[in-house]
């Protein structure tokens, strides 16, 4: 079993910085691939970003590459997501996943709680 937590949400002017951290307990955490997803109001959950095991793959949607950046640290469990020039339309709950597998779909079996983001325009 792996348990998630997100922190670093809140709310910012268009064109700031956030990053967002999930840290993991239970299972070993390097084990495990890990995915950042979002979801805004009246949307669906939607595919932001995953990274391997060992950190050197990495995905992103289009809509946040090159402002977006996901790592990890196995070390303290972390996952991050630093997101740079946000825009309005980045407004959600974000969402970390993890799972055995490196996907861009929602296929993760384990989930966090979510921490919101908002940014003003």
């Known amino acids: 079993q792996v348990q998630l937590v997100e922190s670093g949400g809140g709310l910012v002017q268009a064109g700031d910085s956030l990053r967002l951290s999930c840290a993991a307990s239970?299972?070993?955490?390097?084990?495990?691939?890990k995915g950042w997803f979002r979801q805004a109001p009246g949307k669906e959950r939607e595919f932001v970003a995953s990274?391997?095991?060992?950190?050197?793959?990495?995905y992103y949607a289009d809509s946040v590459k090159g402002r977006f950046s996901i790592s990890r640290d196995n070390a303290k469990n972390t996952v991050y997501l630093q997101m740079n020039s946000l825009k309005p339309d980045d407004t959600a709950v974000y969402y970390c996943a993890a799972g055995p597998y490196l996907l861009t779909s929602h296929d993760y079996p384990y989930w966090g709680q979510g921490t919101q983001v908002t940014v003003s325009s």
């Open positions: 990274i391997n095991r060992s950190g050197i793959t990495t």
């Open positions: 239970g299972r070993t955490f390097s084990s495990y691939a």
